[in-house]
């Protein structure tokens, strides 16, 4: 096995966690192009620990994933004694947690909590965990002021009127997540823990005879390396909302085209890979969170979501979703920002086998597009969750029909034809809708008077549509304690998860739940961790 250079070279990151715009788009553009090839491992097959013969380094603790969860596990390991390392495949560390709103919605009362969390899980969790989430859960303030944060604390019902039983307080960084991770990141400085970014966890490394995971062999910057885990491995590192393979199998197989991930891309389901195969059994793998619609071609360009949240209307109603058919197929102003609900863009019709609102387009006409930004308000950033804005969309969206993501036609008929949209189908529905703006009534969806316009000044566009994933959900069961479990309900040796990566939400999910149960959940696993004996030799 090859040798690796000295150790002490590696990368550490500064006490904040920012970038470049300009570096950023470069790195932007590489994902795209490449598929993200240097940034996903191309296998997860576990190493057997006798056939390293030599380990770059040693730590307590490896954590897998600098976001929220990686970070709070990494406070709680090393603040127990433990040496900690923190591997991050991209180099701008955060994940998702970086670029959220920052919300916290923690309920007061344990109790409370456990049946408000019973409620929300169907059935997807037992009561132990359930008991040991809710305490996790109604402990993160307290938490956070230990560690030296300052928190707003407000009040809030619960987004599902079904369960609206008592008041939930609303703890928030201010404004969002870049503040939270700045936070974490200088907490994680101060206690000179050693982060290594450019470098993806790439296989675990586990000991056949016991099944004990002991260390996890690396791709840093191009160079394998193999660190040893003396006491256990926390995996953080997110869900697989850039990974299109996996959302075919746990989700929409034949649509991931038209999905791009809102938050960071580096989240290209690497821990679920590993962990299945150290022994782990999956669960939740099927929730996800939507976002909003996005632009197709640039987010494709990309490699992340821009241009989400359209449509944005902020002075005209003249604009419209058709499918490939010509045909409306859902209320445009409806709001599917984390909805269960069905999304009437991924309806599958049986008899066609197909997806018949795929692909959609948003339709517009001349005033509409000088009327601003289609889907932001002009000066407001586009992009990776508006922290590291990957592109300047132009206020009267006249640059993005130059590059051709918008599809320009002089009559309704000449702009389906250039968009394979069936025009018969498509000058049927604007005659339609139309009529209905004038007399201000939608006839088909009921969408608000207010909101529709006739399209009736020349020339016409039409913007392909994208859908911006917030996050997925699943990934390795675990227990109360963070550890990871086999089929058969026993923990997988010194193997533990964190975060979104295997979140106990599997069905329904409160928003603003998902960060503090990284804060949550990553102390857990690290405090649990750094309680083992170490692997001896």
């Known amino acids: 096995m090859r040798r690796t250079k000295d150790s002490s070279n590696m990368d550490r990151t500064k006490s904040g966690h920012g970038v470049s715009r300009r570096a950023f788009l470069r790195g932007a553009a590489g994902i795209a192009a490449t598929g993200l090839a240097g940034l996903r491992p191309a296998e997860a097959a ?48 955060g994940g998702n947690s970086g670029v959220c709103h920052g919300g916290m919605v923690i309920p007061a009362d344990v109790s409370e909590a456990a049946d408000y969390y ?100 690396a791709l840093s910057e191009g160079r394998e390396i193999y660190i ?17 393979e996996m959302f075919g199998y746990y989700n929409h197989p034949g649509v991931s085209g038209y999905v791009f991930p809102l938050g960071t891309p580096g989240n290209t389901g690497d821990g679920l890979k590993m962990a299945a195969a150290a022994g782990a059994c999956l669960w939740h793998t099927a929730p996800l969170q939507w976002a909003s619609f996005c632009a197709k071609a640039p987010s494709r360009h ?30 445009e102003t409806k709001r599917i920002y984390h909805t269960r609900d069905p999304l009437e863009i991924l309806r599958f019709d049986h008899d066609r086998a197909e997806y018949p609102h795929l692909p959609a387009y948003l339709v517009f006409d001349e005033a509409h597009r000088r009327a601003g930004p289609v889907s932001r308000k002009p000066s407001e950033p586009v992009g990776y969750a508006e922290v590291h804005q990957v592109y300047d969309w132009s206020r009267d969206n006249a640059a993005e029909v130059a590059k051709g993501w918008i599809v320009k036609g002089d009559t309704i008929a000449e702009l389906a034809g250039r968009c394979g949209i069936d025009a018969n189908g498509l000058e049927e529905t604007v005659g339609r809708f139309n009529r209905d703006a004038e007399a201000g009534k939608d006839t088909e969806f009921g969408r608000a008077p207010q909101s529709m316009e006739p399209l009736a000044a020349p020339p016409f566009y039409a913007l392909e549509l994208g859908l911006a994933l917030v996050n997925t959900q699943g990934g390795p069961k675990r227990n109360r304690h963070g550890q990871v479990l086999d089929p058969d ?18 069905f329904l999910y409160q928003v603003g739940s998902n960060y503090p149960e990284a804060w949550a959940s990553g102390r857990i696993a690290g405090r649990h961790a750094a309680s083992l004996s170490p692997l001896p030799g």
């Open 302 to 331: 990309f490699g992340v979501a821009v241009a989400e949240r359209i449509p944005w209307n902020p002075a005209t109603g003249r604009f419209l979703f058709a499918d490939r058919y010509g045909r409306r197929f859902m209320r």
């Open 46 to 93: 576990s190493v057997p620990y006798k056939q390293v013969r030599q380990w770059d380094d040693t730590a307590d603790v490896v954590i897998v994933g600098y976001g929220a969860a990686g970070g709070s596990a990494a406070l709680a390991a090393h603040d127990d004694g433990a040496r900690v390392v923190i591997l991050e495949k991209m180099d701008v560390p």
């Open 489 to 506: 309900g026993r923990p997988v040796p010194r193997l533990y998860a964190a975060g979104e990566l295997g979140s106990f939400f599997g």
């Open 228 to 244: 040893r885990a003396r006491r256990g491995i926390v995996l953080a590192c997110g869900g697989y909302e850039n990974n299109p």
């Open 118 to 217: 019973r409620r929300l899980s169907f059935g997807t969790v037992d009561e132990d965990m359930l008991a040991g989430f809710a305490e996790a859960m109604v402990g993160v303030p307290d938490l956070l002021r230990r560690l030296g944060a300052r928190p707003n604390i407000g009040a809030r019902t619960p987004d599902f009127p079904s369960l609206r039983k008592a008041k939930i307080p609303a703890f928030r960084f201010n404004p969002t997540g870049r503040d939270g991770f700045a936070f974490l990141a200088r907490l994680v400085g101060k206690r000179n823990i050693r982060v290594m970014v450019k470098t993806a966890a790439a296989n675990l490394v586990t000991v056949p005879e016991t099944g004990e995971v002991a260390g996890v062999r």
